[in-house]
């Protein structure tokens, strides 16, 4: 199974940004979509973004478009997450998800992504 691995998360103030990185051990993420989905206490994983194996195609949730991007850099096996405008509502336990098809459905199924990071906490708070 991939091992993925999330890192950048931390306490931030509202209004400020974080970049958030997902790197692949073992296997390759180039052909892969990859997303990241959050989980804040007492509420279920949603969808946060999603991107295809040649990151020209990208999704999100509407209430995130603008403020979240993602992106990857194949020849890192690595995919980043730039979260800007972040407010109290955004924190959350933020994964990393990979798949093995390329392409990603809109809004991004977490069912169909096989491979899973352990997750980085953010925190937006004063």
């Known amino acids: 199974q991939l091992q993925l691995v999330e890192s950048g998360g931390g306490l931030v103030q509202p209004g400020g940004s974080l970049r958030l990185s997902c790197v692949a051990s073992?296997?390759?993420?180039?052909?892969?979509?990859v997303g990241w989905f959050r989980q804040a206490p007492g509420k279920e994983r949603e969808a946060v973004s999603c991107?295809?194996?040649?990151?020209?195609?990208?999704d999100y949730p509407d209430s995130m478009k603008g403020r979240f991007t993602i992106s990857r850099d194949n020849a890192k096996n690595t995919v980043i997450l730039q979260m800007n405008s972040l407010k109290p509502e955004d924190t959350a336990v933020y994964y990393c998800a990979a798949r093995t098809n390329s392409w990603c459905f809109s809004p991004p199924r977490e069912g169909d992504f096989e491979s899973w990071g352990q997750g980085t906490q953010v925190t937006v708070s004063t």
């Open positions: 073992a296997f390759s993420l180039n052909a892969r979509a």
């Open positions: 991107i295809n194996s040649n990151g020209d195609d990208t």
